[in-house]
């Protein structure tokens, strides 16, 4: 009897052991849960302050760009609130279970994946804008040159030789005086400069980098068969201001004009260069019309400062600003606003984009060596440059070639506006930067901007371009030598005057 009770309470021992044992690791498992519970809501509510972070950079990045309406602005605003506290609540509560903590993380990577990947966007926009949309002082870089063959290898070995020159600003003279001493004397023709370089009359020549490229286009193989010693820069002065802030034209009003210049030079955006295209767009935000009006290069007009007549192109070397007046008389408007590129703009643009196609009207072959088909073209950086350039080509020189322009701007624009753009939109705005110069204000696009995305009626887009004959004639820029130029149609600038006043609604 006595035994059995001793198994008994064995057992009993056994079990009560058992029991304890049972008890103790529920207690240690429900604590060791709690604790894991504790620690996974902490990592959801972590994550939920790198969510809201995330979109406070977010929004902030989209209001200093500064190109949303007003109504879309407060939209936005309130749309982000309520979606930011309700993805913030869903992710950082503790709920029954944890099934929607997962579904508001997956939408929290998700939104913050494209936050991070719009805000690289949007930054790369206010820094573009930031860097663009202020006006650069203009330069012009003067050279000492001599014949290649010529013992001469530095400016000192010029000393006291005579330099000839036609038409150099009185800084530029002062400069070389420090530098070495040498007599200057003045001609009436630059290409005559020129030639007597290469013929042995003349040792050393003074001349701007414009007129460097003139002489490299009217006297054969120039450029191949000088050597230049020195470079000295000149800052252009504005006198007055392109932008005629009393008129009603200008984008606050919906009804401006733009000159579009391209300059034939690479390098830096400063450097002031003969203008190879001369387009004027008016724009009409009211009507959604624009006009492109194009101006030979080579258009014999009188230079509004200089009271002289010269070649369009010529005009650029004086500075923007006497471009863009020249123009306002030959057409008689008021060009608020103008925008310029160089050479390194169009090849770099054209290359980030992929390259472009471009219709040809004509089968042809640049003096450059590029071919190009009648019809369409697929074409690089480079070869968008030369089919712009090329007029030797065709019968009617300077007037194709300006038609050849639009042709790649409206290849441009089409490229541009294509779905491959998005992936391509920050490098495309890192190529601009530095090839593009203008007077437009950042207030003032994202003005634009603005009324375009609170109205997203289609734009109609129209073209002109101006017309005229052949001729020689002296310019004020080459003096007395003969030079090709064309002489404007009348009925094609009263046409051309008519287009744009109606566009504009006078």
């Given at each position: 009897m006595s035994g059995r009770h001793s198994n008994d309470y064995g057992r009993e021992y056994e079990i009560n052991k058992n029991q304890n044992v049972s008890n103790s690791s529920k207690k240690k498992t429900t604590k060791n849960k709690k604790k894991n519970s504790t620690k996974l809501g902490l990592v959801f509510k972590i994550l939920a302050v790198i969510y809201v972070v995330i979109t406070i950079s977010f929004y902030i990045s989209i209001l200093r760009m500064n190109l949303l309406p007003t109504t879309y602005t407060v939209a936005f605003t309130i749309a982000e609130i309520i979606f930011t506290l309700a993805m913030t609540i869903g992710l950082a509560k503790k709920h029954k279970s944890y099934a929607l903590n997962i579904i508001c993380l997956i939408i929290v990577v998700i939104m913050s994946s494209l936050y991070i990947y719009a805000n690289n966007y949007a930054n790369a926009t206010t820094d573009f804008l930031g860097n663009v949309f202020t006006e650069t002082e203009e330069t012009e870089d003067y050279y000492l040159v001599v014949r290649k063959d010529s013992s001469y290898n530095n400016i000192e070995d010029i000393k006291g030789k005579d330099v000839y020159?036609?038409?150099v600003e009185d800084d530029v003279k002062k400069d070389v005086g420090t530098k070495v001493t040498v007599t200057l004397k003045s001609k009436d023709n630059l290409v005559e400069i020129g030639k007597n370089l290469l013929n042995n009359k003349l040792d050393v020549i003074l001349v701007s980098s414009s007129q460097y490229s003139m002489l490299s286009e009217e006297i054969e193989k120039f450029a191949n068969n000088t050597k230049i010693l020195y470079t000295a820069t000149h800052k252009?002065?504005?006198?007055?201001s392109t932008k005629t802030e009393d008129t009603k034209y200008n984008i606050d009003s919906g009804i401006f004009n733009v000159y579009i210049s391209g300059i034939d030079t690479s390098g830096r955006i400063s450097n002031?260069?003969?203008?190879?295209?001369?387009?004027?767009?008016?724009?009409?935000?009211?009507?959604?019309?624009?006009l492109l009006t194009s101006i030979p290069r080579d258009y014999y007009v009188t230079l509004h400062s200089k009271k002289?007549?010269?070649?369009?192109?010529?005009?650029?070397?004086?500075?923007?600003?006497?471009?863009?007046?020249?123009?306002?008389?030959?057409?008689?408007?008021d060009i608020n606003y103008y925008i310029r590129v160089n050479f390194t703009t169009v090849i770099k643009l054209v290359d980030t984009l992929g390259g472009?196609?471009?219709n040809s009207d004509y089968s042809f072959t640049t003096t450059t060596g590029y071919h190009f088909n009648r019809g369409n073209n697929h074409i690089n950086g480079e070869q968008a440059l030369a089919f712009s350039r090329e007029r030797y080509a065709?019968?009617?020189g300077d007037n194709q070639r300006v038609k050849n322009q639009q042709h790649v701007i409206e290849a441009i624009i089409k490229k541009a506006l294509s779905g491959s753009i998005l992936t391509k939109y920050t490098s495309i705005l890192k190529t601009l930067e530095g090839s593009f110069q203008t007077n437009i204000e950042q207030a003032e696009i994202s003005s634009l901007v603005k009324g375009q995305l609170e109205d997203m009626t289609s734009w109609t887009i129209k073209t002109n371009a101006l017309?005229?004959?052949?001729?020689?004639?002296?310019?004020?820029?080459?003096?007395?030598?003969?030079?090709?130029v064309?002489?404007?149609d009348s009925t094609s600038v009263q046409s051309a005057k008519d287009q744009i006043a109606d566009v504009m609604g006078e």
């Open positions: 020159f036609y038409q252009i002065q504005k006198e007055v002031v260069s003969r203008s190879d295209a001369n387009i004027v767009a008016t724009i009409n935000t009211k009507t959604h019309e624009v002289a007549k010269d070649k369009l192109t010529h005009s650029g070397i004086y500075g923007i600003n006497e471009t863009v007046t020249t123009v306002e008389d030959l057409l008689d408007i472009i196609d471009v065709f019968s009617s017309t005229g004959s052949n001729a020689s004639r002296s310019t004020y820029s080459a003096g007395s030598q003969l030079l090709y064309m002489i404007p």
